[in-house]
DNA sequence: TGCCTTGAGATTGTATACAAGCATTTTCCA
DNA sequence: TGGAAAATGCTTGTATACAATCTCAAGGCA
């Protein structure tokens, strides 16, 4: 498939938003990585985004350098950007924080989370059950990020959100059929509402624990670009 | 004072490093910044950061987005880039995020700890005794990011090097006198070698508690550039 | 005298030109 | 025919030019 093709698909997404370019870009390509619709090892040509995107190659490298920073694209020298490939150690590394952070944290929500933070949650997770897998990954992205960000620690929530999003990319290269998240979200906010943190805890635990499992590490620990992905699930984005 | 003559300064110890200038320009900042010989408030134009540094101002803006990201920079549109002042409330964040990644990292720390490590540590306290009170600052960030590293978990120990970052820039806007970490390091080391974990977390948690009870949020919560410091006493770091 | 307006200077934002390095293909030789 | 070396084309790295915007100071008006 023609690069410059690919990417117009994502810059639909982007011109419509807001001013700043550079926040539009980088949502489109998060969205598009956490989405699986850019699987790890794509190369990412400036020319082919500035050209999608409307913008010179000036801004698209700003916007991948930051995303380089958050691991999310693998910068090389004169060899240019691609999804990140993350290896299994890199993936038990992100679980393990991930369940320190998010267990740390969970205490802090439960002391702090109101009927709206519920009520928004609610309605995430109502979104997941009626959305697309590919985008029912980024709404799991944005569950757990959301959950996390009432704990009011914008340094702790900014630190677990990028692990959020590179589990994105360690699923994509290791995970085995099923989604994100197996399980319901619908479940812990039922937790949530019995304000008593050991279930919510527990519960969480086991998602990650679950979520982990259900990954195998004996197969392509390299980067081998998952062109199925690539090239057959990117279709329905076009909504410009 | 001029600006280009200060920068060059800076620019001393980063060309007599290595080749990557990305690299050794970040670090020269970056010790710079640790150090408090670069106060919150102080502008950072990057046409003097590019003479001084021998570069273009595509290296410089390179290497200014990377320290904004890690929160150390802000940058303005139009107005260029800063040393970051961090508020009240962003110091208790960063605070609070550090006993809970430092409490829960030091379990990690006691379990994987060697006789090399606390050979490591040694000589980082060592070199704390007879340091100069900037670099006291600089090497006081060094032995908690070399402590937390023995965890082994790259995620972890890269979100907490950045909070250390940020403490020290904390301690420059809201400390009253004294550096950054008034109690001994060397305590700590007693305690690791014991191997006992609850006395290393407490003397942690009060060691957090100590420095953040030393600071003073009511005065001049804004961003004073603090002359002293900048014009004072960046004279010993004249070795080109 | 004090405040607002206006203009010049300086700094940043974006795009582009050119140089440097890599990848692929083509060609030559065994 | 297979392999290796060279050359061409493509991508990235760096620097610079120009436009947009801000800052600060000078001057005018109430």
Redesign the pocket.
């Known amino acids: 498939m023609n690069?410059t093709r690919q990417f117009h698909l994502l810059a639909g997404l982007a011109t419509g938003r807001d001013a700043r370019?550079?926040d539009a870009i980088y949502q489109a390509l998060w969205e598009a990585i956490v989405e699986h619709r850019l699987s790890p090892g794509a190369?990412?040509?400036?020319?082919?985004l500035?050209g999608a995107f409307?913008?010179?190659?000036?801004?698209v490298?700003?916007v991948l350098q930051r995303l380089a920073l958050e691991q999310l694209v693998t910068?090389?020298?004169?060899?240019?950007?691609q999804i990140t490939s993350p290896t299994p150690g890199e993936a038990r590394d992100v679980f393990r924080a991930r369940r320190v952070l998010e267990g740390a944290l969970l205490a802090e929500v439960m002391r702090y989370i109101t009927l709206e933070d519920v009520q928004a949650l609610k309605q995430i997770a109502e979104q997941e059950r009626h959305a697309s897998r590919e985008q029912a990954i980024r709404l799991s992205a944005r569950f757990h990020t959301r959950l996390m960000a009432i704990a009011g620690n914008a340094s702790l929530s900014d630190a677990l959100s990028q692990l959020i999003s590179r589990t994105s990319l360690i699923i994509a290269v290791y995970g085995r059929g099923q989604a994100g998240c197996p399980c319901e979200h619908q479940t812990l906010i039922e937790l949530l509402k019995a304000e008593a943190l050991a279930p919510v805890q527990h519960w969480m635990h086991q998602h990650l624990a679950d979520i982990e499992a259900s990954l195998d590490f004996t197969a392509s620990g390299d980067a081998l670009p998952d062109f199925e992905h690539l090239f057959g699930h990117h279709r329905e984005q076009n909504v410009s």
Request: glycine share 8%; charged share 40%.
């Open positions: 690069d370019s550079d190369r990412l040509p400036e020319d082919a500035a409307g913008v010179s190659r000036t801004t490298r700003r910068l090389r020298t004169h060899r240019g950007a």
